[in-house]
């Protein structure tokens, strides 16, 4: 577990909504009248510390708008709200207009017949770093018949990953995301070997 960084959410919700508004209103600039094709991602990112953050990127597609006369428009649309423009050659040589604004990066290429308007926001860190849940057993609180997990030594979190489910950005290969200690389940103890199950 982590403790949220104070005002992080809400800053990564203010940058979504305010790439979502510009990014439309350019795609209402080139097409007026005509509803953009959306598609939107969320990505986490996590750091070998245990960091985590989210990425948000958007793209809108306009059917039938060629970026020769597009492109333009769109360069207008960005510049008026404040936006840096720079023409580039993108993929394949083709054309491509890229504007920054406040850490906002977006887009516009031809794809196809269509003009495709795309952005994201910066990663926005959550939870600046990971601290390792409390335990789940202590001595004075066994049950009856058990001891401290062998494995864990009664923290209940797998002993690789400490409970982050990553070790060096890549999935734990002692719980698979599970996150758990594989020998108790998360309990903390275990029985003691002969003693029964303690029940």
């Known amino acids: 577990m982590s403790k949220e960084t104070e005002g992080a959410a809400e800053r ?12 439309r209103a350019v795609a209402a600039a ?3 009248g005509v509803e953009p094709r ?9 750091t070998v510390g245990g960091s985590m953050g989210k990425r948000f990127s958007m793209a809108l597609t306009l ?12 360069a207008d649309a960005f510049v008026t709200a404040g936006w840096h423009t720079e023409l580039r050659q993108g993929f394949g040589g083709r054309p491509l207009l890229k504007a920054t604004r406040d850490g906002l990066n977006a ?13 994201e926001v910066p990663v926005v860190w959550i939870h600046a770093s990971w601290i390792r849940p409390p335990r789940v057993a202590v001595l004075e609180t066994l049950k009856p018949g058990h001891q401290l997990c062998v494995m864990c030594e009664g923290w209940g979190s797998c ?8 070790v060096d950005s890549r999935m734990c290969v002692e719980c698979g995301l599970g996150m758990d200690c594989p020998d108790c389940r998360g309990t903390g103890q275990e029985p003691v070997p002969g003693a029964g199950d303690g029940r």
Do not use: H, K, Q
């Open 63 to 74: 059917p039938d708008t060629p970026y020769e006369t597009a492109a333009a428009a769109a």
């Open 107 to 119: 887009s516009v290429v031809a794809a196809g017949r269509a003009l495709r308007i795309s952005g």
């Open 12 to 23: 990564f919700e203010r940058a979504v909504n305010r790439l979502r508004r510009e990014l």
């Open 38 to 46: 959306a598609e939107e991602r969320t990505d986490d990112r996590r």
């Open 159 to 166: 002993r690789v990953c400490e409970g982050l489910g990553f």
């Open 30 to 32: 080139v097409t007026p």
